[in-house]
């Protein structure tokens, strides 16, 4: 329930929905968080740092890890002289330049084929972009894009933390039918329906994993994250996707445990399910099923290479090398301390080590090894 004066984008959104009915929560969502001028990422990114931060912001050793492993893939292609290594959603470019600084110090054979394209929807995110990797698109191994390349030929699809904020429905059994919750408009502002499915693609994102919900169990259906995978499997020619984000397979995603979903919406770094309260001002996200990325990437010839916690994946890596990666030139006990300790965050359970996961999908690359996937 709303107890605020509406938001500009609640009141754009209550006229459509007295227009035309209630929609869908996927449209609701896509256009709480997606609006060109009034959507959560449309926002200036100090805003946003009010509501979360993520593995990039913690320390440079995670994108220099995820350097390592990307210029594995491309020896496990042969070294190719031109490689593409596109990240959707690359923000203001934190990623891209902890990968791209590590690539130019420590793999200068990697860094002369790769081209980094970073790809990021929002406007008002992209000069902040352009800035980050100004000193390696002038060498001629980055650029900036809008839209995702029609075609890669050779190279690797980077995904961190997207595919959550990708727009789902949601459904609710009841007495044996699924039902899809919707949002209507009251007087007293937006809120909850329950409505018939807006589409049987619904009915067989369920069908095809063998999932039956219990009768009032509620959970999201993630269409637009298998559209997502299988369109990237369409347009990667040879070469793999690397995907990290937080989830679980089905099996796990729509057991009893989660009876309410997974959807939250988080605002100043506090999570509620009051989804309709502040729309454009805070961010909606549900945990991506690995499994749906695993069955629809299948569909454009994704076959799955492996899926692991982050904290296997970045130990893998890392002690090639005693995690050399962690620290600067120069630094001090205190300072080598510090970094142990964002280290220990990312991988250690009580942190991000096991609510993130990182799932390789490959194309026309055979069993290709990889040393982030291993055991340790």
């Given at each position: 329930m709303q107890s605020r004066a509406p938001t500009p984008l609640a009141e754009l959104l209550a006229a459509r929905i007295r227009a035309s009915g209630p929609m869908p929560f996927a449209e609701y969502m896509r256009e709480c968080l997606y609006h060109p001028v009034h959507g959560y990422y449309a926002k200036a990114e100090v805003r946003r740092f009010a509501d979360f931060y993520t593995s990039v912001d913690v320390h440079p050793i995670f994108g220099r890890l995820?350097?390592?492993q990307i210029a594995e893939m491309w020896e496990r292609l042969e070294r190719p002289a031109g490689f593409q290594l596109i990240e959707a959603g690359a923000g203001t470019g934190r990623l891209a330049a902890q990968v791209l600084d590590l690539a130019r110090r420590a793999l200068p054979d990697f860094y002369r084929a790769v081209e980094y394209?970073?790809?990021?929807?929002?406007?008002?995110?992209?000069?902040?972009?352009?800035a980050a990797l100004g000193p390696h698109a002038a060498a001629g191994h980055a650029k900036v894009a809008a839209e995702m390349p029609r075609e890669i030929a050779l190279g690797c699809v980077l995904s961190n933390e997207l595919l959550?904020?990708?727009?789902?429905?949601?459904v609710v059994m009841e007495a044996g039918v699924l039902r899809e919750i919707c949002v209507g408009c009251e007087?007293?502002?937006?809120?909850e329906v329950r409505a018939p499915l807006s589409t049987c693609a619904i009915s067989e994102y369920f069908a095809t994993q063998g999932i039956v919900l219990r009768d009032a169990q509620q959970a999201e259906a993630g269409l637009e994250a298998c559209e997502w995978v299988e369109e990237m499997g369409r347009r990667l020619r040879r070469g793999f996707v690397l995907t990290i984000d937080y989830g679980h397979q089905a099996a796990e995603l729509y057991d009893e445990r989660h009876m309410r979903g997974t959807l939250l919406a988080y605002r100043q770094h506090r999570a509620s399910e009051e989804y309709c309260a502040a729309p454009g001002e805070q961010d909606l996200t549900a945990h991506v099923n690995f499994t749906a990325l695993e069955t629809w990437g299948k569909r454009s010839g994704l076959e799955r290479l492996g899926l692991v916690s982050q904290a296997q994946f970045l130990m893998a890596l890392g002690r090639a090398n005693e995690f050399a990666d962690l620290?600067?030139?120069g630094q001090g006990e205190s300072e080598k301390i510090r970094a142990r300790l964002m280290l220990k965050t990312l991988i250690f359970p009580e942190g991000m080590g096991e609510t993130f996961r990182v799932l390789i999908q490959g194309k026309d690359v055979g069993s290709a090894k990889l040393t982030g996937l291993e055991s340790f």
């Open positions: 995820l350097a390592r394209v970073a790809v990021e929807r929002s406007e008002a995110r992209r000069p902040r972009l352009r959550d904020a990708l727009a789902v429905h949601r007087d007293r502002g937006l809120v620290y600067e030139e």
